[in-house]
């Protein structure tokens, strides 16, 4: 009897053991996944860095791309000296007979070196040598060069009281020029065919334009000193 019980005791404990062994072994291969399983975490989340090389690239061209030698935003744009003048060529009329003016109040004309009141015609004499021809008319002696298109007049103390000019420039104006930029002349007068416009160029000189009513256009000016026409050698 006590042998028929120990014996299945035995059984039973035999039993027991090998479920809970056969338990054992399969809950471990499903708890313990393999770390190959799982997904790699950079395959599936790529580096910043190399997706955003490519990018950057085709984003920025060459400086060399972005602004060409020879651009078109610079060369085209005008340059000062290239701007037409207001008026056309009003304003470079107006602006030359301003000059006349200014040059006036210093006794001189335009491209002649030699001033009234100041200059003597032994000064014109040593530089631009014997004149053309030297004749008395009016108050004094006048002295032509036409290769300067210049007559000098000069009392007989040589002190020069006239520079006149008939430069190609000056025989290009008219009295409607002159009087736009100038105004109305301080007196007028006519010498034969000719009418002289006065203009006062400060207490020393007059400014003078001499036009033929054959042609209506200067032939020429005369920057004048009216007390050196006077002889001061007379007597």
């Not at 950079?42 to 060409?68: F, L, V």
């Amino acid at each position: 009897m006590n042998t028929h019980i120990k014996m299945m005791t035995i059984g039973i404990m035999l039993t027991g053991m090998l479920s809970l062994a056969a338990c054992s072994s399969g809950g471990g291969g499903e708890a313990s996944p393999s770390p190959s399983a799982s997904p790699s975490p950079s395959a599936a989340a790529p580096s910043p860095a190399a997706s955003s090389a490519p990018a950057t690239s085709a984003a920025s061209p060459a400086a060399s791309d972005a602004a060409p030698s020879g651009s078109p935003g610079v060369s085209a744009a005008p340059s000062a000296d290239a701007s037409p003048v207001p008026g056309g060529g009003t304003g470079q009329t107006a602006a030359q007979l301003k000059e006349l003016l200014e040059l006036a109040k210093q006794g001189k004309a335009p491209g002649i070196p030699f001033a009234a009141h100041t200059d003597l015609i032994d000064d014109v004499k040593k530089a631009w040598g014997e004149p053309d021809k030297e004749e008395s008319a009016g108050k004094g002696i006048y002295a032509t060069y036409n290769s300067k298109h210049a007559v000098i007049g000069f009392n007989k103390g040589s002190l020069i009281f006239d520079v006149r000019s008939s430069a190609a420039d000056l025989q290009q104006l008219t009295l409607k020029q002159i009087e736009d930029t100038l105004g109305k002349p301080n007196d007028v007068k006519t010498s034969g065919n000719d009418s002289i416009y006065i203009y006062n160029a400060g207490a020393q000189y007059q400014l003078k334009f001499v036009i033929p009513k054959s042609t209506g256009k200067v032939d020429h000016i005369s920057v004048f000193s009216g007390q050196d026409s006077i002889n001061n050698m007379a007597g």
